[in-house]
């Protein structure tokens, strides 16, 4: 080798002993006193052994501080590159911490816009962690600072429905960069660290906590306990969605035998539908081994969505939750169901919808919250699903959710119901009470209300049961068939084999418009 190269090489190992110093080994010492693993530690324990080839790594802030002080600026804060997770390649980036608090700096953002494009371009799922003050002090307006920003965030919002994106925010995240870790699809929040904040005042102690995010304003999908724990929830998530819209979600097998019958199933609902159940009980008897991924477990809990698998195949779960406000779908149950199905239909993956509702809520209050513009973005979305789509009603579908849940004229493909499921336009005690108020107000000065009222609503019961509309093909509230529900399991791997391959097309238009 010649002496030329050889300096070459040397200036080279220089740079990547710098890079591995990161911000200097005090900073290094500062993120580890926090529990915190550093940039290249994440990404070394997301992806698999020795899979990680880094681009960018010469990269660095050339222009001087505005307070003259030198400080070591590294990949310009951000390490980045691709590597492979379970043996499927993916693009991945961190922000460095240690470097200006791993403030977002010009040719950073640039850097990751880039990535990006690469990852889109290339049909590979985008893995972003955040650790980040926000936008570095000293990029002035106008400069490629904000240019760089603004094609990150382009390039960010173009690609979606193209790859999936997965964002761990793992420490601070403020400004447009929370901006950014919220136009992913799934966000993954570490318990103690992540702090996410647009900017402004806090009226409270835990605004721009993970908890609220996850609780309070629905932006966050999981809650990590730490680093190790955020970067195994991530490939644990990865492991259901697909390289990119264009690829089938990943198959694995669980050796769960698809034609398994549960009676367990037989316990699960009460006998008297005045009280609750919960359905993760009936999840777990029906998926492949009892295991469900669920997402926001902790928001609008009364609608519980999640990943799991039938038959091996990966599926999109969305259940109504009885134990939780009798599984309305109030304002924040109706973005949360959205906002999925939508992601959904983005990459052909299955929608699987269990079904116990009383409907969306009426009153003043709801009114307030907008429970109708909300409800009117479920019935846009559902009527724009392209996706295999499989009901299974268990109990009651009132009103509205009728059809948002796809148990009506909306084209679900398959809907089957338990022989206990219900359809009416409003909960039937409702209809008691507006039908036969005369009659009640007699019984009631005769002193036998409860009696009465139970003759009339067990009437209209009967009327609302499947088992009764069923035998008319041709009515409005009808499914494919009422079936025994120990079979709930392998009618629905029966059923998303039978339409795997479907084809769906829609009306050809630029684009639809959703409610506001």
Not at 167 to 182: N, R
Not at 208 to 223: N, P, V, Y
Not at 432 to 440: D, G, I, R
Not at 443 to 452: R, S
């Amino acid at each position: 080798m010649g002496k030329w190269m050889d300096g070459y090489l040397k200036r080279l190992d220089r740079v990547r002993r710098e890079n591995l110093d990161g911000g200097g080994e005090h900073r290094l010492r500062i993120q580890q006193g926090l529990g915190k693993l550093t940039a290249r530690e994440r990404i070394t324990r997301l992806v698999d052994p020795g899979s990680f080839e880094e681009i960018g790594s010469l990269v660095t802030d050339s222009r001087p501080p505005l307070d003259s002080i030198p400080r070591p600026c590294p990949s310009d804060g951000v390490v980045m590159g691709l590597g492979k997770i379970h043996t499927r390649t993916a693009a991945l980036c961190a922000m460095d911490f240690s470097v200006m608090s791993g403030s977002l700096g010009s040719q950073a953002a640039w850097k990751l816009a880039d990535l990006v494009e690469l990852a889109g371009q290339k049909r590979m799922p985008l893995i972003s962690m955040f650790d980040s003050a926000g936008l570095r002090v000293g990029i002035k307006e106008g400069d490629c600072g904000l240019s760089g920003l603004g094609r990150l965030i382009r390039n960010y919002s173009r690609y979606s429905g193209v790859i999936p994106r997965i964002s761990l925010v793992l420490g601070p995240c403020t400004g447009l960069m929370a901006a950014i870790a919220v136009l992913s699809d799934f966000l993954i929040m570490r318990e103690d660290a992540a702090f996410m904040w647009y900017g402004g005042p806090r009226e409270s102690d835990d605004a721009g906590t993970a908890e609220f995010h996850m609780e309070k304003s629905g932006q966050c999908d999981l809650i990590a306990r730490d680093d190790e724990a955020a970067l195994e929830s991530a490939k644990a998530l990865l492991g259901f969605l697909p390289h990119s819209c264009w690829a089938p979600p990943p198959f694995q097998e669980t050796g769960d035998d698809p034609e398994r019958r549960e009676d367990a199933l037989l316990e699960v609902m009460p006998d008297d539908p005045k009280f609750t159940y919960d359905i993760h009980q009936v999840i777990e008897l029906i998926v492949d081994q009892g295991t469900f991924f669920e997402l926001k477990a902790d928001y609008a809990s009364h609608l519980v969505t999640g990943f799991c698998r039938f038959g091996g195949h990966a599926v999109g779960l969305v259940a109504n939750n009885p134990d939780e406000l009798s599984g309305i779908l109030e304002p924040d149950a109706s973005d949360k169901y959205d906002r999925f199905m939508r992601f959904l239909d983005a990459f052909h993956i299955p929608l699987v919808t269990l079904v116990d509702t009383t409907a969306f809520p009426p009153g003043d209050r709801w009114e307030r919250m907008g429970v109708i513009r909300h409800g009117a973005k479920l019935l846009h979305s559902y009527a724009h699903l392209t996706c295999p789509k499989i009901t299974m009603v268990l109990r009651r579908s009132y009103g509205g959710a009728n059809i948002v849940l796809g148990c009506s004229k909306m084209f679900p493909d398959l809907v089957y119901t338990w022989p206990t499921a219900e359809f009416a336009p409003t909960g039937p005690e409702t209809v008691v009470h507006a039908v036969f108020h005369k009659e009640l107000a007699k019984a009631k000065a005769q002193g036998d209300y409860d009696q009465v009222f139970n003759r009339f609503l067990g009437i209209l019961k009967e009327q609302f049961s499947v088992m009764n509309l069923a035998k008319i093909w041709t009515s409005y509230y009808t499914a494919h068939e009422v079936i025994h529900p120990r079979d709930t399991r392998p009618r629905i791997i029966k059923a998303l084999e039978a339409v795997r391959h479907k084809h769906e097309p829609l009306p050809e238009k630029r684009r639809s418009i959703a409610p506001a």
